[in-house]
């Protein structure tokens, strides 16, 4: 089964940079895509990004023009880096694979962007 793992989360003041990485293990046959939601304190998991196998990239309105999602396929890892963040940035960000027939989510990893 695949499994995913997220790291590079922590605190940041506003106007700094995190960049954030997911680790992918397992079976990932049927791949679609992989991508980034964040879901803040009381709130709805929300799309920051995704990148599909054939490289497509897909923004929130929200980060546009703030964050990259990147991947480096012989790490089978995927990441998101981040410029110039806001307080409301702040939220539990989520890595997923997108397998076709099926959703597969990371453990997360905290993202608190505080002065």
């Known amino acids: 089964q695949v499994q995913l793992e997220e790291s590079g989360g922590g605190l940041v003041q506003p106007g700094g940079s995190l960049r954030l990485s997911c680790a992918v293990s397992g079976n990932m046959k049927g791949i679609n895509a992989m991508g980034w939601f964040r879901q803040a304190p009381g709130g709805r998991r929300d799309l920051v990004a995704t990148i599909t196998v054939a490289g497509r990239r897909n923004y929130g309105d929200s980060v546009k023009g703030r964050v990259t999602i990147a991947r480096d396929n012989a790490k089978n890892t995927v990441y998101l880096q981040m410029n110039n963040m806001k307080p409301e940035d702040t939220g539990f960000y989520y890595c997923?694979?997108?397998?076709?027939?099926?959703?597969?989510w990371g453990q997360g990893t905290q993202v608190t962007v505080s002065s």
């Open positions: 997923n694979i997108d397998l076709g027939t099926t959703f597969t």
